[in-house]
């Protein structure tokens, strides 16, 4: 018995290695003001691209909250991504000390 469990927490570790190389590779976009800011963020939540639409830089105060806006909105959405890839490894159940 001990041994079966090892080996399952060893293909556990390896899966959650493979979810880890996976999560970097995807991405996620989060938008405020209807599109004019966009930001692409991985799924292990590192920003690749922030897009600001010309109209958006005349009004410095909106810009940020819009900013702020899509930030928060990719980093819910990265963290959505990586909680569905965990669950689909640990069949829902949860591990104290993951994620």
Do not use: H, Y
Not at 8 to 19: C, D, E, N, P, S
Not at 39 to 60: F, H, P, Y
Not at 70 to 99: C, H, V, W, Y
């Amino acid at each position: 018995m001990n041994k079966q469990l090892l080996r399952q927490a060893q293909q556990l570790q390896a899966r959650m290695a493979q979810m880890e190389v996976e999560l970097e590779s995807l991405t996620v976009e989060g938008t405020a003001g209807g599109g004019v800011v966009t930001v692409t963020m991985t799924g292990k939540q590192a920003i690749k691209k922030v897009q600001i639409a010309k109209e958006a830089a005349e009004d410095v105060e909106m810009l940020q909250d819009l900013v702020l806006a899509a930030f928060n909105d990719a980093q819910a959405k990265a963290l959505e991504l990586a909680s569905q890839k965990m669950n689909a490894i640990t069949g829902g159940m949860r591990i104290p000390g993951l994620m």
